[in-house]
């Protein structure tokens, strides 16, 4: 299973645009990198998933470049609610089986 | 739609006594599921996860068990707690198809004193 790394924290200030970059350099093949959001005492949640370039959705865009050895999720114009903390796990393309969190980078929004 | 249902959402047990967590899905059939651990301001440690009924890998040697008696119930117990394994406990299932995400339960928070 390919490692995460990201950085273990983030200061932002409310209307910014956040970029939280995460290192998975023995990237295989199949594998997808995917981003969750956790609050305080609640289950992460699913953020956005890529395999390269850009996808975007309503909520980030997820930048991968062609070696696929980073990714970047970018939260445009972040709000305090976005205070969370946001895992990247690169997920194997096999429909399941283990699947392993990082540490996280914990982002915090001040106003 | 699917559903996932975990509880109790808050539990304090003495040292020593034992544990029974489960956990349901609703609206699938055949999910893998999970169990996860999170200590205080920490990340989320995979304790178990099942691909099927009665089939169970454990990722972290322990005190802690899961079983799986039927296709979506996942259960985590003890025999006899310790105060480590105080923590958030968090179940998750997710499909079978590729690119499948996890969804996550509410949630369990433990304390053993």
């Known amino acids: 299973l390919a490692k995460t790394t990201q950085p273990i924290s983030m200061d932002s200030y409310e209307g910014q645009e956040v970029n939280i970059t995460c290192s998975h350099n023995n990237i295989a093949t199949n594998d997808y990198i995917t981003w969750y959001q956790q609050f305080p005492s609640q289950g992460p949640r699913f953020i956005i998933q890529g395999y390269k370039t850009k996808v975007t959705n309503e909520v980030a865009s997820l930048f991968i470049p062609a070696d696929r050895k980073s990714s970047t999720l970018s939260l445009p114009r972040v709000s305090l609610s976005d205070t969370a903390v946001y895992y990247c796990l690169v997920v194997l393309n096999t429909g399941g089986f283990k699947t392993i969190f990082g540490a996280g980078t914990r982002l915090f929004v001040k106003a | 739609s699917q559903t996932i249902h975990q509880w109790p959402a808050t539990l304090v047990q003495p040292v020593g006594s034992p544990l029974s967590l489960e956990c349901t899905v609703e609206?699938?059939?055949?999910?893998?599921l999970y169990w996860y651990r999170q200590a205080a301001g920490r990340g989320l440690q995979l304790l178990f996860y099942?691909?099927?009924?009665?089939?169970i890998s454990s990722e972290v040697p322990q005190n802690l068990s899961a079983s799986r008696p039927q296709d979506r119930q996942f259960i985590l117990s003890s025999k006899k707690l310790l105060l480590s394994d105080s923590g958030f406990y968090l179940c998750?299932?997710?499909?079978?198809?590729?690119?499948?995400?996890?969804?996550f339960g509410s949630g369990t928070q433990l304390s053993v004193l």
């Open positions: 609206g699938t059939s055949n999910p893998n």
């Open positions: 998750a299932w997710r499909g079978r198809g590729n690119n499948e995400k996890l969804f």
């Open positions: 099942s691909v099927g009924i009665g089939q």
